[in-house]
Structure formats: C-alpha cells, structure tokens
C-alpha cells in the first residue's frame, strides 16, 4: 500500500506538467542538438544578448497542417528557460524579445559586438492536446485535424511529439502493472513518462464553407503563452479532398457505386482461362449477408498455369486516421484464402506507394472478419514486382491513414492453387473501437 501512497502524487505531478507516452529522456532517447546563427547585440560576464534570425524550415506538403506545423516550429524555436550552449558553454534562454535574445550563463562569456555565433538549440518535446471544435456537427473533424498536426510536427524532426489524448491506455497499463496482476518485468513502467517544453491546444470553428483555426503554443516551465496560429481555410484544398466516414456499404442499390472497379470477364472464367487473367467483379443481385440482399461477387478461375490475383478495388481516396481497422463479411464456394489491401501513397510523391496487407479465410457461410490496420504488412512481393505492375513505385513503409488511396480485396493463385468459384463481401466498414 505504501508503494501506491507514493506513485499516486507522481501521477498527479506528471498530468500537471503535460507528460505523456515516451521512454525516459535521460537513458533512452537523447536530447538533440539543433544550431541558430546570432550577431552578439551586447555582452558581459553573465549575459550576451543575440539577434538571432530563425531558419526557414522546408514543408513536406502543401497542405494547410504543414503550414500551421512550420509556423509552430519557427515561433517555437528559442524559449524562455531552455538550455543552450555557445562555443561550449552551457546557458539559459532568459528572455525571448521577437528576434532578440538574452541569455545567462554560469561561467564567464565574453564576445565582442558583432561576433557571430552558433547557438546550440534542444530538441524540444511538445503535447498535443485535443482540438476543441465550435459551432456544426462535424466533431470529427478535429480529431482529422490534430492527427494530421501531429504527423505534420513529426515530419519537421524539430520535435519529440507527445500525445496527451493517448495518456489513459498507458495509464491503465501503468495501474494494471502496479497491482501485481501481471508478471513483472526487468525495468518498472512507473517514471518513464516524458514532461513536455510546450503544450499545443486551440479550437476549431465550424463555418460550413471555411474553419477558423486558432491555436496556442503554452511554455510549461513558465505557463506563457508563446505564440498563436490564426488562419481561416478550408479544411482540405479540392486535391487533398478524402473521405474520412465509417463506408457503410452494403451494395443495396442497382449497380455498384463508381468508385468501385468493374471487371466483367465472366465469359473467361466460365470457359476456363480463355481470359488474360480469368475473373469477374460485378454485384450479385441475389444474396447478402444477415439483413443484406445484395453483395459484391469475384468470380475466379486458378486452374491455369500463370499465376495472379483476382481483386476488387475501390480507388475513393479516403482518411482514416479515425479508423483502427476494417470490418466486412465473407463468403466463399469453399473454403478460400483471401487477403485485404490498403494503399497508401507518400504526401511528396503519390507514386510512391506501399500495398498493406491482412489475411483472412472464407467459408461456405457468411462470417464477420475484423482486420486492424496494425497487423497488416507489407508483403516482399509488392516491393519486388507488385508495384511494378501497378504502375507505382515501392514506399517506405510507413502507414499513413491519411493518404488511403485505395481499398481492394481478393485472392490470388498460389494461396488457392488449382480453384475455381465464386466470393462474396458485404457489409463493409470501418471500425473504430
């Protein structure tokens, strides 16, 4: 009982002071050291007084969150209270007055007026809390946006991102381990939380056509408020448009919805590899899942020599970083080996690609599959060959949920070798729990 008498206050302590997800910045993950030029203004043993110019920073996108990411950084570069080093000798940011600063330092530093000088800046450690979202009914819209921020602030390498809304998990984890219900590890949890430099927050304004965006960079050691981001836009420019809904498809109309690619090679399949690569997709008008009458079908014949997939694409370029995975129902004329795909592409280069894959099977009834994004792979062959053929170029392997361009399922030969038949997906969504 004494041990949680103790920790309780650590708690509490290291809430107040923004901590967050993060090893212990003092064995596992090192400071950084980043460099800003200054002409010394005024000098004397304790103070030097700089005119600093900070560095433009190079976006890497378009969009309206890298630059709200490169304003954070720039008004953020120096703070009141940070540590530095000139020439080897450490100091403290004492006052940050627009391009001027003055610093203290310990031991004596004499430059001469002029002198320019390399000023030796830490990788600072910034929480981004939830965005608070005023006025319509698309609440959503600010967890899109503070998901995008933080993948943005990453991207700068200016900062070790913190992300106080995943607190609680960690929290529970930290309770659960204290509690002697788990087996104990070598290093404890407790104590290895990271205490931000800076806290980002704001609220976002819902005026239909346009936001109003207004955000605040906090200094945690003084409670300052630094600097503030003010712009009014929309949310996404018409080449960024993506759909970030749940896709609640059931394939209940007429024909299926244009997104989806349309293969009717039935004629091939029927007569046995008279097709380049025998199979159909097309809506199958006669059965669905539980309540569904209507489903999308893929017609197949693996009984040739030349190895291939039969897919079902659908090319809307969707956001789902709202998202933990997918959800569908299945059905085959025998039990089958079925894979489902997400494309991502690269903000920089949308040729570039990676296929991010999970495995399912299907049997001769409907069942519910649940894959989560993060047990999906990349596979060697998309690396090897699979990008190739789509006409894309092999990624780097970092699933971005924001940059979905394409959703496919289906299955291939080698996994199915020698079958033939017919597989059925219905009741299509996203799930986010």
Not at 352 to 366: E, H, L, P, S
Not at 391 to 404: E, F, K, S, T
């Amino acid at each position: 009982m004494k041990s949680w008498k103790v920790l309780i206050p650590i708690f509490l302590i290291s809430l107040l002071f923004a901590c967050a997800t993060g090893p212990d910045k003092g064995t596992e993950q090192p400071v950084k050291l980043f460099a800003v030029e200054g002409d010394v203004l005024d000098s004397s043993a304790a103070e030097l007084t700089l005119s600093v110019q900070i560095p433009n920073f190079p976006k890497t996108s378009d969009s309206f969150v890298a630059d709200i990411a490169n304003q954070v950084v720039r008004k953020s570069y120096l703070l009141e209270g940070t540590k530095i080093t000139i020439e080897g000798h450490e100091g403290t940011i004492k006052e940050v007055r627009a391009n001027q600063v003055i610093m203290t330092f310990e031991s004596p530093l004499s430059l001469p007026v002029g002198r320019k000088v390399a000023v030796q800046v830490p990788k600072k450690i910034i929480a981004v809390v939830d965005f608070e979202v005023l006025g319509g009914n698309r609440k959503e819209k600010g967890r899109v946006v503070l998901e995008g921020l933080t993948s943005a602030l990453i991207d700068t390498g200016q900062f070790i991102v913190v992300e106080r809304t995943k607190l609680q998990p960690i929290m529970n984890e930290i309770q659960l381990s204290l509690s002697g219900m788990t087996k104990p590890g070598t290093d404890g949890l407790a104590g290895k939380l990271l205490s931000a430099d800076l806290i980002l927050t704001g609220t976002l304004t819902d005026l239909q056509e346009e936001w109003d965006i207004n955000l605040r960079t906090l200094n945690v050691r003084t409670g300052q408020a630094l600097s503030a981001v003010s712009i009014r836009t929309k949310l996404f420019k018409p080449s960024e448009m993506r759909d970030s809904g749940s896709w609640q498809e059931n394939f209940e109309g007429d024909v299926l919805e244009p997104s989806w690619v349309v293969r009717m090679d039935s004629a091939g399949v029927k007569k046995n590899r008279k097709a380049k690569t025998p199979f159909s997709v097309s809506l199958d008008a006669m059965q669905g899942a539980e309540d569904s009458h209507h489903s999308l079908r893929i017609d197949f014949d693996f009984g040739g020599e030349r190895d291939f997939f039969a897919i079902a694409s659908n090319r809307k370029k969707r956001d789902l970083t709202l998202y933990h995975g997918a959800e569908f129902y299945v059905k085959g004329t025998e039990p089958l080996a079925g894979q489902f795909y997400l494309l991502t592409s690269q903000p920089e280069n949308p040729s570039k690609m990676d296929q991010w894959t999970g495995f399912f099977t299907a049997d001769k009834t409907w069942k519910r599959i649940r894959i989560p994004f993060n047990e999906m792979i990349v596979t060697s062959g998309w690396i090897k060959g699979g990008a190739q053929r789509m006409g894309a170029i092999p990624g780097d392997q970092v699933m971005r949920l924001n940059r979905v361009e394409g959703v496919q399922f289906g299955l291939g030969s080698s996994r199915n070798e020698g079958l033939s038949g017919s597989i059925w997906i219905d009741k299509i969504q996203f799930y986010s729990n």
